[in-house]
């Protein structure tokens, strides 16, 4: 798992902040941001915008986005592309763009944007099973920081789904309005009328293997190719082209691909910039830097972050449920981060006494006499 925040000196990037507070910092500022593409793109569905023809945009306006800072901002670092390089950006094109945006918008069809922001908390747990699974994120239950991290994981899923599924009493109620917010689209967001539950069940549980699926298959991918706006500017393409193949079979109504109001051109518009461009380089960004498992655990802050902006933007009023959600979530976030930091500290520890030891001094010493040439370097011209 790639970390250099616990490093002697620790790399500072922007306003000479420490990457381990960057990290945060991003993850914090990205749940703000999927948290109201939850709304937006239920607005766009129940404004008629075809299921297929939303992802095709949404990635374009992200691919273009991307490409020029891909392309000029790495340009030393980037590695030759190869035939095995080209695979491995296209399976995270099908698991990360394809099959994950294709899942959420049938299932969010046939759900409400609440029920499939709860389901997504399901996430970390997927992810730190699959991470643990393939040797990604290694799990010590034998020791302290192993079992924090299996207990923080829970500790979050439970608080978000408390939030979620426990009102309780009012606990803070804001001082009354005159005039109520008005919305900003002309539509309803409620809960879908007449749909398949089940089915849309089924759809947002896909959704959640296939991004997890993509949190852990991009650490990998990324050591061997470390240029990360590249992978994800490779990894959108690849995406749009499926989604146009897709759509060539699906879609036959010209009419589809055509915007009807300026509400339509929003949500796009967000869908593109916020939920793809800058979610994408920001998650990949974290991902090689912190690995799955810290990108995925930060999931159920999204839930939270829904309550509080309904609490303050929309003069709702903040309940029990959500106060004892926002602790669980919390904690659990404390004891995963601190298991990792635990983690570090016995990694470094167990270093330490292997190269101090009279053993590993003995090999480098054979190891280097061996390295010697057995004979001294003539310095006659051959």
Known sequence: MADTAGSASPKRMWCSMPEKVQLHVAMLTLQFGYAGFHVVSRAALNMGISKLVFPVYRNIIALILLMPFAYFLEKKERPAITLKFLLQFFLLALVGITANQGFYLLGLDNTSPTFASA????????????????????????????????????????????????????????????????????????????KNWTLGCVFLIGHCLSWSAWLVLQAPVLKKYPARLSVTSYTCFFGLIQFLIIAAFFEREPQAWIFHSGGELFTILYAGVVASGIAFAVQIWCIDRGGPVFVAVYQPVQTLVVAIMASIALGEEFYLGGIIGAVLIIIGLYLVLWGKNEERKFVSKETAVIHSSPEHRTSSHIKASLAQPLLPPSTENV
């Open 119 to 194: 389901i997504q908390n399901s996430v970390p747990a997927i992810t730190f099973l699959m991470a643990a699974l393939l040797r990604i994120e290694k799990v010590r239950l034998d020791r302290k920081d192993g079992i924090a991290k299996v207990i923080g994981t829970i500790c979050c899923v439970a608080g978000a789904s408390v939030i979620t599924l426990y009102k309780g009493p009012a606990i803070y109620s804001p001082a009354p309005t005159l005039h109520k917010p008005t919305p900003m689209f002309n539509v309803s967001l409620g809960d879908a009328n007449g």
